[in-house]
């Protein structure tokens, strides 16, 4: 999950509605709160304690925190490093029931790649009713892309870009790798300085050439990589505006779900069909649908995520309701995967699909 300025946004906009709800805040004493154990617990969260010196840093910052008389907001990103040793994780711990405190005027936002870290991770915040509320931020469309852009440079973006590069861009940024703009911008910037080394703009928008070079040398792809992004979008819209004059039944439900998915979650699920489907098993183990991933990206040409980025797809289509995940509370390596969406259905969705119809799993499966 990526805060940017929309994102920062809409964060601050569920604060207000929170506050004007008189929804934050709850009773309880911070030593209550943390002196509390259970006996018989044997997580990180008791079995390890924090170094005096961390402590004592720790105690002076709670105490300057709840003595404040103005809301104080804490916001934590890239939370999933933070879990990289048990003292860090009391760390976490330890902030996440500042809020909880009686008369905290405190507010902590931790920004993850997976939704389900608090619940994963932090499984004593639940034992104490402390469960975070969970936002999702869902990545960034190829129409958001280009509004980032274009906001970054102004009035000088279409003297820079030709529109047709940015919005080619965007859109592969898009479908392969979750809208990640830090790319986008990335590959804008690379172009530029591309342009100028070849000295061939001749004072002309950076053009499609140029832009599909860089997104293929930072997202990976073949030589018609913005092309194929082109052509899903221009498959979606054809689709879009074309249903209400066919006689084809409309998509609904699950179909109508994975349909509207970007290109590397409907990667994602297919792999974990294949997989799942073809052994029919109960559930199938990360790793193995990962592999099945890998392959299908290769098979379509596309640029696949490394297993951190895989599971972070995964939590995304659970939290979609497609597939579930259970087990490997800290690794993901541990946790088991099975689909929630036959194999008809992925057929409805996907049947016609320029990019994914040639790797739907088997209808006999």
Same mark, same amino acid.
């Given at each position: 999950m990526r805060l940017s300025s929309l994102s920062i946004r809409r964060f601050?906009?569920?604060?207000?509605?929170?506050?004007?709800?008189?929804q934050i805040g709850s009773a309880g004493s911070l030593d209550e709160l943390l002196g509390a154990r259970d006996a018989d617990a044997q997580d990180d969260y008791t079995s390890v304690p924090v170094a005096s010196s961390d402590d004592l840093?720790?105690?002076d910052l709670e105490q300057f925190l709840l003595s404040r008389d103005t809301m104080t907001v804490i916001v934590l990103d890239e939370i999933d490093h933070l879990l990289t040793s048990q003292v860090k994780k009391m760390l976490l711990y330890r902030l996440y029931e500042l809020p909880h405190v009686k008369n905290s005027r405190v507010i902590v936002?931790?920004? /993850? =790649?997976?939704?389900?870290?608090?619940q994963r991770l932090l499984p004593n915040l639940s034992k104490k009713n402390m469960t975070p509320e969970t936002i999702n931020f869902k990545s960034y469309t190829a129409e958001q892309i280009v509004a980032i852009v274009r906001e970054r440079l102004g009035d000088d973006v279409?003297?820079?870009f030709d529109s047709k590069a940015l919005e080619l861009m965007a859109k592969k940024v898009a479908e392969t790798c979750l809208g990640d703009c830090r790319k986008a911008l990335n590959i804008c910037s690379q172009a530029t300085a591309e342009a100028l080394l070849l000295s061939t703009t001749n004072n002309k928008?950076?053009?499609?050439?140029?832009?599909?070079?860089? /997104? =293929?040398?930072?997202l990976g792809g073949t030589e018609n990589s913005l092309a194929a992004a082109a052509a899903v979008s221009q498959q979606r819209n054809n689709s879009s505006s074309s249903s209400s004059a066919s006689m084809a039944k409309p998509l609904t439900g699950m179909a109508l779900v994975v349909n509207s998915l970007p290109l590397q979650q409907q990667v994602a699920l297919l792999a974990v069909q294949h997989v799942f489907f073809a052994k029919s098993v109960k559930d199938v183990l990360l790793p193995a649908a990962f592999d099945k991933y890998k392959a299908l990206c290769k098979q379509i040409k596309t640029q696949n995520q490394d297993i951190a980025g895989f599971a972070s797809l995964c939590a995304t289509l659970e939290s979609n309701g497609l597939v579930r995940i259970t087990g490997g509370t800290s690794d993901a390596k541990k946790r088991k995967l099975s689909s929630l969406v036959s194999v008809a259905d992925s057929a409805r969705a996907l049947g016609d699909h320029i990019m994914l119809k040639q790797v739907l799993p088997p209808s006999s499966q």
């Open positions: 601050c906009a569920v604060l207000q509605a929170q506050v004007a709800e008189n840093a720790l105690n936002a931790g920004i /993850a =790649n997976t939704l389900d870290l608090p279409d003297r820079v928008p950076i053009s499609i050439a140029i832009m599909n070079k860089m /997104a =293929n040398k930072f």
